[in-house]
């Protein structure tokens, strides 16, 4: 099973339209493997990207040298991961009881 | 038969039990009908909930890209609430003595299993492509409308890989053949999560539909009907000018070939879980989202065409 240990979730801000350039500019990064759940589209829409542990770095590098504002929407992905497991089996067994 | 907690997240096969259900709590008004198979062999369910004979249709999809569980929940939810609405509420049973409503809970069942089973985040079909060392396809990419268009990858590698042509995967020929061969479908809501966004065509070009505005009258009261429960904010508007071009996506197929009521919602949440909504706010989800579907079916209901 694919785990998500140390991935996190950014949401980007991009205040112009020059600014959601740079993002499509990443988004093109393939190496990257980042995961956009909005798409750099629209400056009204947020851009929520889950970025991998060993990508993470890069990325915020990359969004404070362009001034691009962003905060941590999901600190660490593996951990809401397991509490919904967690919560789906407990679920489960109280059914079955 | 009130055992089915449709407050949690649930397996495939936990889901396509409670469609059983639902079908033997309202054998009068539901019935379950395997309209095709999923690449890896699922079966492929879609609930009629009908009244009589030789009724136009409404057609209500959700979950296609398989991460988005919050949708898939919230379709199984609405299935009860709409057999179990039928004869005490005015509104669902008129609906019901005129139309006929198809309702699929699970539009891609392969992606739902792996996301389940493998990788929470995925998000397409499971096919494999010779060739190609990656899987899948985006299945609300593949539909026939301005297909291969802007928005859309050629890289089978992508999360929005829109496949090796129009209706390859078979999750989306399975439904397109349906609505073809039923021939009197006139509305057509596909659910999908998140970002609170109500849309409606086209994403393929940027261009507004003839029936802009009524469709975006309805769509505006649709949003406002949701947000009266508990406040959530929508966006209304065309998928071009909300979000972005994307070329392939269902509802432009539907208007297209003339479906002329083809809405899409996203639903919750924005900013805080993304596809992770948890389980506490699937009923929350699904009671407002009922009430905005609500205004679609009435409106399709009242204004034949």
Known sequence: EKTFVGEQVLRIKASSNEKMGLLQDLQSLTHLQLDFWTEPANPNIPVDVRIPFRSLQSVKAYLEYNNIDYTIMIEDLQVIINNEKEEMEFNERKERN | ?305
């Open chain 2, 1 to 305: 038969s009130g055992s089915f907690n449709f407050g949690a997240f649930h397996t495939l096969d936990n889901l396509y039990n409670a469609i059983d259900l639902i079908v033997a709590d309202y054998k009068s008004v539901v019935s379950k009908q395997q309209i095709g198979t999923s690449y890896e062999g699922r079966p492929i369910y879609v609930l009629k909930f009908s009244t009589g004979a030789d009724r136009p249709g409404i057609w209500i999809d959700a979950g296609i890209h398989s991460r988005e569980w919050v949708t898939q929940a919230t379709a199984l939810w609405t299935a009860h609430q709409l057999a179990f609405d039928y004869g005490k509420d005015t509104s669902v049973t008129s609906l019901l003595n005129k139309y006929d409503v198809f309702l699929l809970v699970v539009t891609n069942p392969d992606g739902y299993a792996y996301s389940h089973t493998a990788n929470r985040m995925w998000r397409k079909t499971r096919s494999i492509k010779s060739g190609s060392r990656c899987v899948g396809v985006d299945p609300n990419r593949n539909w026939n409308a301005g297909f291969g268009g802007p928005g859309a990858s050629a890289d089978p590698c992508s999360d929005s890989y829109r496949g090796p042509s129009a209706e390859s995967e078979v999750e989306v020929k399975t439904v397109a053949n349906f609505i073809r061969s039923h021939g009197k479908i006139k509305g057509f809501v596909s659910i999908h999560s998140y970002s609170q966004l109500l849309l409606f065509p086209y994403g393929y070009k940027c261009t507004n539909p003839a029936h802009y505005t009524e469709l975006n009258t309805v769509g505006k009261a649709a949003a406002s009907a949701l947000s009266a429960l508990y406040g959530t904010q929508y966006t209304v508007g065309t998928i071009c000018s909300t979000i972005y071009q994307a070329s392939g996506g269902s509802i432009d197929w539907t208007y297209d070939i003339g479906i002329k009521y083809s809405f899409a919602f996203e639903l919750r949440d924005t900013g805080r879980y993304g596809f992770l909504l948890p389980a506490t706010q699937i009923l929350p989800t699904a009671q407002e989202t009922w009430l905005g579907i609500k205004k679609i079916l009435e409106h399709v209901r009242d204004n034949p065409y």
